[in-house]
Nanobody, 126 residues
Framework: QVQLVESGGGLVRPGASLRLSCEAS?????????VAWFRQAPGKEREEVSY????????YYSDSVRGRFRSSRNTSTNTVYLQMRELKPEDTAIYYC??????????????????WGQGTQVTVSS
């Protein structure tokens, strides 16, 4: 069964860092998929956070996280990461990773992605 499993969320204070992981099951070779991170805060719509291409050579970030978040890949562990720095209370949300075969014409459109993880909670609070 193809699965994406996120981990690494937690409760942190403003200014702290976290690294989220998105690990794929063995049935899915994540290096053949572009991977995006989305997040959804309570009472808000799901929003895009970041995107990394299959090779890792193309990265996109939303304006709200650019310069603080960075996505990367580890092919040997079939995992994509989201390194988050200088976390703010407004970063509080459930974070989801999503994988797509090929290149999306709009990386921000969640409907284009083929596989989704179950999400991991990130809470930033003093």
């Amino acid at each position: 069964q193809v699965q994406l499993v996120e981990s690494g969320g937690g409760l942190v204070r403003p200014g702290a860092s976290l690294r989220l992981s998105c690990e794929a099951s063995s049935e899915l070779s994540l290096d053949r998929y572009a991977v995006a991170w989305f997040r959804q805060a309570p009472g808000k719509e799901r929003e895009e956070v970041s995107y990394i291409s299959q090779s890792g050579s193309i990265e996109y970030y939303s304006d709200s996280v650019r310069g603080r978040f960075r996505s990367s890949r580890n092919t040997s562990t079939n995992t994509v990461y989201l390194q988050m720095r200088e976390l703010k209370p407004e970063d509080t949300a459930i974070y989801y990773c999503a994988a797509i075969w090929g290149l999306p014409h709009d990386w921000k459109d969640p409907d284009l992605y083929d596989y989704w993880g179950q999400g991991t909670q990130v809470t930033v609070s003093s």
